[in-house]
């Protein structure tokens, strides 16, 4: 399915599509796009976005790099461009980003909403290792693997965002969070696992306790 690339990302742009090709929705089509070359824009847009919300396909991260280094003029690039050529990458990178700030936005905000959305992220993952649906138990490496996510992802995204401007003022505040988010989870993450496998395991216990029971009446 995809040629196992994006899959979750690439049936989310079909969904979507579809959906906003049914009937009942041409009026708010018209407001999107008047002809198309808008409409071909608009897709392409709506594409480059939500797949830019695949943070483990390593060929496009090395895409958007490169697409963020020219277009932060960090590398020269090879051909010549024009002046609206250049503020279409620009936005276009721009927007990619903050899909995907909204995507970890918990993760550069107050440590209790990081801890809430982590800790349901967690048990959606573990109820799917449970019922065979997940190949790897997510409690064997959740400490670490979140660190990483900072340091390798939530981090350097949190410094393109200020580097940026998209957010004004804001942008040193989502850093903030994110830089002390992760100074507390190296504190307390591994205290903060053990709570979540103990809840967790208990809740699974107690409903298949409960299975047992009714298979007995």
Known sequence: VFKKKSVAEQNSIVLAWDRLMESRFAAFRNCIYADPDELKRFRQLMVNT????DIFDKELQTIRKNRWDIAFRKIDQETESTPEDDVNRKATIV???????SDVAHTMQHWHIYQKWNERLFAEMTHAYEHGRLGFNPAEGWYKGEIGFFD????PLAKKLKECGV???????YLNY?????????NKGEEVVAQYIEKYCKETSEDEGGDDKEGGK
Do not use: K, M, P
């Open 50 to 53: 939500v797949l830019a919300t």
């Open 167 to 173: 957010f004004g003022v804001s942008c040193d505040e």
């Open 95 to 101: 927007i990619e980003h903050l899909i995907q700030a």
């Open 152 to 155: 390798n992802y939530i981090i």
């Open 178 to 186: 994110a830089l002390e988010n992760r100074r507390e989870w190296a």
